[in-house]
């Protein structure tokens, strides 16, 4: 059974820094494979904002949180990291982890690519 657990959501004032984790259990990721973030807002759908290949970690972001948000990968514990600085209140959101066994680079900011998602985890940025 494929698990991705979320942790480190939470409330902060603009400009404050967060790092989210997100370990995966019970899913292999090869060459294709890529783990990453989602938010959704209130009323609003889901939207991407970071993506990791598994294998030579090449990253993608969403134009929204460039310069500002990084993803790293740790192979050995099946884990990804968002480091969130400079949070603005439009950050706020439910913010889902990803993860895909094979994800083509055109679709890798799209929902469909990504088979397993986590339960999420709540982030509050106030102004």
């Known amino acids: 059974q494929v698990q991705l657990e979320e942790s480190g959501g939470g409330a902060v004032q603009a400009g404050e820094s967060l790092g989210l984790s997100c370990v995966g259990s019970?899913?292999?990721?090869?060459?294709?494979?890529?783990m990453g973030w989602f938010r959704q807002g209130p009323g609003a759908g889901r939207e991407f904002v970071a993506a990791i290949r598994w294998i030579g970690g090449s990253t993608h972001y969403a134009d929204s949180v460039k310069g500002r948000f990084s993803i790293s990968r740790d192979s050995r514990r099946n884990t990804v990291r968002l480091q969130m600085n400079d949070l603005r209140p439009e950050d706020s959101a439910v913010y889902y982890c990803v993860a895909g066994t094979g994800v083509i680079l055109s679709a890798i900011r799209s929902t469909n690519a990504y088979r397993y998602w986590g339960q999420g985890t709540q982030v509050t940025v106030s102004s």
């Open positions: 019970g899913v292999t990721l090869s060459n294709s494979g890529a």
